[in-house]
């Protein structure tokens, strides 16, 4: 189940039978082959929310708060790589740790980016 509520339809996802953040995410880190970290510089991130990584590649992205500062400080064409052909966990720090940032449309923003520049370069 999505945090917030079940998925739509729509998805062709298989929806998992706990509402648990810490089963789900373990379920979905198990699934992956790499995990995608990305958390905002300003946002205080509680880690205990993160399955152990030890097992698994892994990248932590600090994001800033705009897009442009993003694609100015990451190397977008490295992580393309880094991801291409993988299965990805991505998480990172839910809304209530927010520190007044909207972590949901920073990350969005730049997953579009990211996805985006994905598929151009397949």
Do not use: C
């Amino acid at each position: 189940m999505a945090e917030d509520g079940p998925l739509s339809t729509k998805y062709t996802l298989r929806e998992l039978d706990t509402d648990n953040y810490l089963e789900r995410n373990q379920e979905n880190f198990t699934l992956a082959n790499k995990t995608l970290i990305l958390t905002v510089s300003t946002i205080k991130f509680d880690t205990n929310t993160i399955p152990n990584l030890e097992e698994k590649e892994y990248k932590i992205i600090i994001l800033k708060e705009t897009l442009n500062d993003n694609i100015n400080h990451i190397d977008i064409n490295s992580l393309i790589e880094w991801i291409k052909n993988d299965k990805i966990f991505i998480t990172g720090p839910k809304q209530n740790n927010n520190n007044h940032v909207n972590i949901y449309d920073v990350v969005h923003e730049f997953l579009f980016y990211l996805f985006n520049e994905l598929y151009r370069n397949i």
